[in-house]
């Protein structure tokens, strides 16, 4: 007596068909991902090339790192996109807008017969008003990213861009403690984006936080060297 063989194992005939579906999920999910994966890590690494020269060029205090500044948000908006980064992606056209205002203010904003913007201090005045619009930024980031997106880091990505939007700012008056509202942003950010599967973009940026100690030292001597000459100017020194 022959014992028939189970449904689809007989001479001739394939699994079934459920099964071939399952089979082609299973086989095309990992390779997708794979893609996603390399998109994102190639789009990562071209970021991280630019972030390199436009922090040299800041530290340097170099007008072109506005130039630097205006190609460097195109190629994260992908990045933050893949990443599912929407607070991210979306300051990107904010931070595309402020390069050309940073640009345009510090080549033609300077007093009459100034080679460059000088390096100042932050306002004292102007602490709280920046306070202020530091905490209804994030709020309303927040709420965007809550109500409208999918983001599963709502709270840390609109933090990180709503401080950053102040710094960029205080960037293009050029004041010395704009360092240190940068240092926060890197060390917050580089641990989001570690967390996010961009490691390169988290290395960036832990390294910006270093190099803005060493900037705010630069600039800190920048300007003082810039006090003493315009004192030594007005026959303030020996």
């Not at 082609?24 to 190639?42: E, K, N």
């Not at 922090?55 to 994260?76: N, R």
């Not at 979306?90 to 050309?100: D, E, V």
Request: proline share 5%.
């Amino acid at each position: 007596m022959i014992t028939p063989l189970p449904t689809g194992e007989g001479l001739g005939e394939g699994p079934p068909l459920g099964s071939l579906v399952a089979d082609l999920r299973v086989f095309s999910a990992p390779r997708g991902r794979t893609t996603l994966s390399y998109r994102l890590m190639t789009l990562d690494m071209l970021g991280c090339l630019v972030g390199l020269i436009y922090i040299y060029q800041e530290y340097k205090a170099s007008i072109w790192l506005w130039l630097t500044g205006i190609i460097m948000p195109v190629i994260y908006m992908f990045v933050y996109y893949e990443a599912g980064l929407y607070a991210d992606f979306g300051m990107q056209i904010y931070y595309t807008l402020a390069a050309i205002y940073g640009f345009l203010y510090w080549k033609f904003g300077r007093k009459k017969g100034a080679e460059e913007i000088p390096i100042t201090h932050f306002p004292r005045r102007l602490i709280l008003p920046s306070l202020l619009v530091f905490f209804l930024l994030w709020g309303v980031l927040y709420l965007l990213l809550v109500r409208f997106t999918n983001s599963t880091v709502p709270v840390l990505d609109s933090f990180g861009n709503a401080l950053s939007f102040i710094g960029l700012w205080a960037l293009a008056k050029k004041y010395i403690e704009q360092w240190w509202i940068w240092i926060v942003v890197d060390i917050e950010l580089a641990a989001l984006y570690l967390y996010k599967g961009i490691p390169f973009t988290a290395a960036l940026y832990a390294l910006y936080a270093v190099i803005a100690v060493a900037g705010y030292f630069k600039w800190k001597r920048e300007a003082a060297s810039l006090n003493r000459s315009r004192g030594s100017a007005n026959g303030d020194l020996p």
